[in-house]
């Protein structure tokens, strides 16, 4: 299997952040356990950097060797990150529809690119009138946001609500719509 951009050739270290299923996760433990197959192996220890009241306890593990099955990677740079927002600010050409299995899977490999011009794919089909948005693309389009947001504040130093903001603005911007929070 072909290894992770994000995570080819990088260690891993107590207190790094890794981003899986768009979550920021911080590693709080590395260890090496004994696996009767394999020998030892080592694992890497987990948890929520944005926490709430209901995951706040919420402990991850996973063998080092399975963080590209898993397409867990570490997060994007700054400047990438201006660039994933600048594109998605920027208006389209065509409009090409979303197959919500191909979606789906692409949302499953963790890619921040990806993500984002599904985002964008799925935000102007909602805002096109002579489209039959469906509920599934709904779904679709709030899981995509939800991919986002939180790297987003992790990368940008702002907060989960801020990034919401940001990608909604910059949606906005890249749209026919006349107001921010229409077709969102």
């Known amino acids: 299997m072909k290894k992770n951009k ?24 590395i260890e090496e356990k004994e696996d009767a197959k394999n020998g030892i192996e080592k ?21 080092v060797k399975n963080i590209d099955l898993a397409c867990i990677r570490k997060p994007i740079s700054k400047d990438k990150m201006k660039k994933l927002l600048k594109k998605l600010s920027e208006k389209e050409a065509k409009k090409e529809p979303v197959n919500p299995t191909w979606a789906k899977e ?4 963790n890619r921040v690119g990806a993500t984002a ?14 489209t039959n948005f ?10 995509s946001i939800e991919r986002l947001v939180e790297e987003i504040a992790f990368v940008l130093g702002i907060s989960v609500a801020q990034a919401s903001e940001k ?3 910059a949606l906005w911007k890249g749209s026919s719509v006349s107001t921010p929070d229409a077709g969102l």
């Not at 692409?106 to 490999?109: D, I, M, S, W």
């Open 167 to 169: 990608i909604k603005k």
């Open 117 to 130: 011009r599904i985002l964008k794919r799925l935000s102007l089909e909602k805002q096109d009138e002579s």
């Open 134 to 143: 469906t509920g599934n693309n709904q779904n679709l389009l709030d899981l």
């Open 106 to 109: 692409q949302l499953r490999l």
């Open 6 to 29: 994000q995570t080819r050739g990088k260690t891993f270290r107590v207190g790094d952040k890794i981003i899986d299923a768009g979550q920021v996760y911080r590693i709080f433990k």
């Open 43 to 63: 694992v890497i220890y987990f948890r929520l950097y944005y926490k709430t009241e209901r995951n706040r306890n919420l402990v991850c593990s996973i063998p």
